[in-house]
């Protein structure tokens, strides 16, 4: 809200220094962070030139039924409290929000990944390299968290946090999803790995697959039908924010960032070039080693772009986390399908999700967030 609106709102005869320095305070923001009345005279007497109170200090000493002094300094340093922003609302007669216990988000990208190797190695890596990075964080809690900073192509620096759970599946990666935003409230979740693919769209070892939406493709009623045991899936699919998905759409085809990343591999790369895919993606805490299983699911989700173990996890923990909720997304690369498992694939797989992520956050992140 813009000063003049609190000028405004009243007549200037019913502008008294009580109110003039309570809207200060607002503007101010001194209802989360506290200010000196050095702060309030020098907006006051940019904004209002005509008539500044006299003595302000002496003022706000004698409101404190409406402010609070938090810091004996010097210099000391005021509070808005609630009964002073009930009695601006009264004066002034607009709805003005508490913003008292609004709370901020405390970074800006949280990854999380199922395993320390290969996933959170060549992420490591994708972000600076391990000299990048420093360990943060509590001991009480389980997880190992490690932070660095991701510079923009707009100049922007971003804070990232990175962790693994302690186990595969839907119900670790919930918790260890659960106290990363508890602790460090990213502004975006990501979820960094790989995955078994599907093989319709002609996909290769390395497509980076985003769940969109993420299925918990085991939740649903075993019923015993005509003597015919049958499943009966009731799902909670969760997708992505619109803007993320739209910005998402301009990388699938073939678009030459995926060539750019490739070309820093230094092993074997698949025939053709990789791509992004958007589209459902299976979750549950099993490891599918049979190519029927995935046509079973696909029955139920016929665009299924594949399953692995722990994406549905993340997006339901961020989906119910107390706001500022984060928004959520998955990077996760093919390195099987689902049948005859190897690990030949799962080092590229790992290194083309991580560099993926990278290239997207600093490219794309103004895209996100134009305001911040």
């Not at 290969?118 to 009480?140: C, D, H, M, Q, Y």
């Not at 060539?259 to 299976?282: D, Y």
């Amino acid at each position: 809200m813009e000063f003049a609106s609190f000028l405004s709102a009243v007549k200037p005869g019913k502008r008294t220094d009580q109110y003039l320095i309570l809207a200060a305070l607002y503007f101010l923001n001194a209802d989360k962070t506290p200010v000196t009345s050095k702060d309030v005279s020098k907006l006051l007497g940019l904004r209002h030139k005509n008539r500044v109170p006299q003595n302000i200090p002496d003022c706000l000493r004698k409101y404190q039924a409406y402010v609070e002094c938090v810091d004996q300094g010097p210099p000391l340093l005021w509070c808005l409290t609630s009964k002073g922003l009930d009695r601006l609302r009264t004066l002034s007669g607009l709805n003005l929000e508490d913003r008292s216990n609004a709370k901020e988000f405390g970074s800006d990208i949280g990854i999380i990944c199922a395993l320390e190797y290969p996933e959170l190695a060549a992420v490591l890596s994708a972000f600076g390299g391990l000299t990048a990075w420093k360990e943060i964080g509590n001991a009480r809690f389980s997880h190992i968290y490690r932070q660095t900073e991701l510079h923009t192509n707009s100049g922007k620096t971003l804070n990232v946090i990175a962790t693994t759970s302690t186990s595969m599946g839907l119900t670790a990666a919930a918790i260890v999803t659960t106290q990363l935003v508890l602790q460090f409230t990213p502004r975006i979740v990501v979820m960094i790995g790989i995955a078994a693919g599907t093989h319709a769209s002609n996909k290769q070892f390395g497509d980076v697959l985003v769940a969109d939406p993420s299925v918990d493709y085991n939740s649903g009623k075993v019923a015993l039908e005509n003597g015919i045991r049958e499943f009966l899936p009731d799902p909670y699919p969760l997708g992505l924010n619109a803007r993320l998905r739209s910005v998402l759409q301009k990388y699938r085809g073939n678009h030459e960032l995926f060539n750019e990343i490739r070309s820093g591999w230094k092993g074997k790369v698949p025939a053709a070039a990789n791509r992004l895919h958007l589209g459902p993606l299976g979750a549950a805490d099993q490891v599918i080693d049979d190519a029927a299983r995935v046509l079973e699911i696909q029955r139920n989700w016929r665009k299924l772009i594949g399953v692995e173990m722990e994406t549905y996890g993340v997006y339901r923990a961020c989906h119910e986390s107390p706001d500022p909720k984060p928004r959520f997304v998955s990077f996760k690369a093919v390195c099987d399908f689902a049948a005859e498992k190897t690990d030949s694939w799962q080092d590229y797989a790992a290194f083309i999700a991580a560099r993926f992520a990278f290239e997207f956050f600093k490219t794309e992140w103004d895209s996100l967030w134009p305001t911040t």
